[in-house]
């Protein structure tokens, strides 16, 4: 029998796990391409996991799952975030790697739980001045729109360290970023520009 759910099934799953109160929800790797609004249905979920999918958009209803703590959207064909995801404000761990995002609404702002925040390997996305409100542990952010994969992990001090980049190669980026030759830099936070030089005269 295969493992893979087919969508017909899925209504009969999120039924199940409402009269079951259940409190996760696994459905990684079965070939979905759109998730039912009934998924706001399930009130009593604190873990939900939709990756390595095909969903190209989530219902607004997502909103509704107040209790919430992991959500895991990794891996699909995500063009959008719906703006009722500022509703998930248990929200602990929020994984968007690996989609079409270009934006993210501003009502991310609104997740004053959220302590990890992934987002790499969107490639044209840009970050609201909202992120900025959030007192992240740690979050992957696209640093430049070349596919040279440089973070920026940010923790509760709102201190910003660079993986895999030399101090000479920040030295780059600062520069690139004065001469605004890399639009796509200059759409980042001022928070997270600022740190470059504070992270630079550390050094």
């Known amino acids: 029998m295969s493992k893979q759910i087919i969508q017909m099934e899925i209504l009969e799953i999120i039924d199940r796990c409402q009269k079951e109160k259940k409190i996760y929800l696994y459905l990684n790797s079965n070939s979905l391409t759109s998730i039912p609004p009934e998924i706001g249905n399930l009130s009593s979920l604190e873990s939900l996991y939709l990756g390595d999918n095909s969903l190209s958009s989530i219902p607004p209803e997502i909103g509704n799952l107040t209790v919430l703590t992991h959500l895991s959207l990794a891996n699909n064909s995500l ?98 970023f004065l001469t605004q030759k890399n639009k796509n830099l200059n759409l980042l936070p001022v928070e997270i520009i600022m740190n470059i030089c504070i992270y630079i005269a550390c050094k």
């Open 79 to 176: 063009s959008s975030i719906p703006p009722e995801i500022g509703n998930l404000t248990a929200l602990v761990y929020l994984s968007l790697n690996n989609n079409s995002l270009s934006s993210i609404p501003p009502e991310i702002g609104n997740l004053s739980s959220l302590k990890y925040f992934y987002l790499k390997n969107n490639k044209k996305l840009t970050l609201p001045p909202e992120i900025c409100f959030l007192n992240l542990n740690c979050c992957d952010i696209p640093f430049d729109k070349e596919k040279e994969r440089r973070r920026v992990i940010w923790n509760m001090k709102n201190h910003y360290l660079f993986e895999k980049a030399t101090v000479k190669e920040i030295n780059e980026l600062w520069k690139i």
